[in-house]
């Protein structure tokens, strides 16, 4: 807790005359804070990757060691959620593995239209942009 509190020893001059008071302060919460959150997982290491093209949203995550039946795919505005669950053996009702995945989007997908594939461990989503969600190109005009 001390460490978040720089001090200087006695007669030690300041940096710069012209630094903000607080400026030591931001720079330590600044450093505290990239510490914290510098080592999560970009979606790429969680096994995640998507793409965007101007008239659909591609998402492929790593999914290994369940069937296609086992997904639960959930689209809602702009947010995608997938889940799975393979039972163990039968009867025993215990779950052997869950999988489980939300996604912000881009933009708001037409549900009615995406398409779900899930090959080698890998279950890649097709999402077709809506009309409002496509990027339109502005023309600018000269004066």
Same mark, same amino acid.
């Given at each position: 807790?001390?460490? /978040?509190?720089? %001090?200087?020893?006695?007669?030690?001059?300041?940096?710069?005359?012209?630094?903000?008071?607080?400026?030591?302060?931001?720079?330590?919460?600044?450093? /505290?804070?990239?510490?914290?959150?510098?080592? %999560?997982?970009? %979606?790429?290491?969680?096994?995640?990757?998507?793409?965007?093209?101007?008239?659909?949203?591609?998402?492929?995550?790593?999914?290994?060691?369940?069937?296609?039946?086992?997904?639960?795919?959930?689209?809602?505005?702009?947010?995608?959620?997938?889940?799975?669950?393979?039972?163990?053996?039968?009867?025993?009702?215990?779950?052997?593995?869950?999988?489980?995945?939300?996604?912000? /989007?881009?933009?708001?997908?037409?549900?009615?239209?995406?398409?779900?594939?899930?090959?080698?461990?890998?279950?890649?989503?097709?999402?077709?942009?809506?009309?409002?969600?496509? %990027?339109?190109?502005?023309?600018?005009?000269?004066?």
């Amino acid at each position: 807790m001390f460490g /978040l509190v720089p %001090w200087k020893k006695s007669g030690s001059a300041l940096a710069s005359q012209n630094e903000h008071p607080l400026s030591h302060f931001r720079n330590e919460f600044d450093t /505290l804070f990239d510490r914290f959150f510098g080592n %999560w997982p970009d %979606w790429a290491g969680m096994g995640l990757e998507a793409e965007e093209t101007d008239k659909a949203v591609t998402v492929a995550m790593d999914a290994p060691g369940f069937e296609p039946g086992d997904f639960d795919i959930q689209v809602s505005g702009d947010t995608l959620r997938v889940t799975a669950e393979r039972k163990g053996q039968k009867g025993s009702g215990r779950i052997e593995r869950r999988f489980q995945r939300a996604v912000a /989007l881009p933009g708001a997908v037409d549900a009615e239209r995406v398409e779900a594939e899930y090959k080698n461990g890998v279950l890649e989503l097709t999402l077709p942009k809506t009309e409002q969600a496509k %990027w339109k190109k502005i023309a600018v005009r000269g004066g």
